[in-house]
Each structure stands twice: as C-alpha cells, then as structure tokens.
C-alpha cells in the first residue's frame, strides 16, 4: 500500500492520470472487502463472533468510519484522475473540438421553437359562450325533460 501511495504522490505531484489508477483500484478493491466485512459482523456480531455489546458496537464504528474516510478519498482522487484526462483532452485539442465519451462535455441541443413562432402569433381566445341559465329556467328545463318526476315525488 506504501508503493501506491507513492504512486500516488508522484501522479498528483506530476499531473499524470495513469499513475493514480493503481491507487483507485486497490482502495476499491479495499472498500469491497471491508464492506463484506461488515456485513458478516452485522450478521454474525455478538453470537458466532462472541463478541459482546460494546466489541460489536466499537467494531462496526472503526470499520464504518474507515470505509467512510477512504471511501471519500477515493472520489477526491478520482475527480482529480477525471479532471487531469480532461485537461490534457483540452491541450490536444485547443480548438474546442472535443470529442469525448462524456456527455457533460458536449453542448447542448436548443429548444425547438414553440408553436407560435413558428405560425406566427395568433390571439387564442376561446369562442363566446352563452352564458348559463337562470334558475328557475333551468328548473323549468328540467321539468320538461322528465315531466313524470314530479307526480311520483
């Protein structure tokens, strides 16, 4: 691990990407490890491990948080990893034409244009309506319709 840390100082130091890959490949394979680790403590903690309370309570924090910490290190240096390929994208192509698998370097497509641009504009008003009946027209209207209705009630 100390040669990967080396290797890792002199990538960072010397702005080589392939240097940090060694690294980011062997602390993944780590992360995996201690994940699967903690899990089987999880699982078999206080019974098949005999441990007590406070061994499987202070096991699985020491565990945890050192997943945690290099877990964090490893996206710090493989932001870094992906920022060096992209900067030596950019120096080998200074006229701006990337041509990258990632898709955050490419522009972005335009809108299409809307409806109205293209028709040219038009005032949409809905068509007048009548208004709706009064009530007692409305009642009448009703009656009307069913006359039966009211001498069964």
């Not at 060096?84 to 990258?100: C, D, H, K, N």
């Not at 972005?108 to 809905?126: S, T």
Request: aromatic residues 12%.
């Amino acid at each position: 691990m100390t040669l990967l840390n080396m290797l890792l100082l002199v990538g960072g130091v010397k702005r080589i990407p392939s240097l940090t890959l060694p690294w980011l490949c062997a602390n993944a394979v780590s992360m995996m490890i201690a994940m699967v680790f903690i899990g089987f403590t999880i699982l078999f903690g206080t019974t098949k491990l005999n441990l007590n309370y406070s061994e499987y309570v202070t096991s699985l924090t020491i565990m945890g948080m050192v997943t945690g910490i290099t877990l964090f290190c490893w996206i710090v240096v493989f932001t870094f990893r992906k920022n060096l390929i992209m900067e030596a994208q950019m120096e080998r192509f200074p006229s701006g034409t990337v041509y990258s698998q990632c898709p955050s370097s490419l522009m972005p497509n335009p809108p299409p244009p809307l409806y109205y641009e293209i028709e040219g504009y038009k005032e949409c008003k809905p068509p007048p309506e009548d208004s709706p009946p009064e009530y007692e027209e409305a009642v009448s209207m009703l009656f009307s319709e069913y006359p039966n209705s009211s001498e069964k009630g």
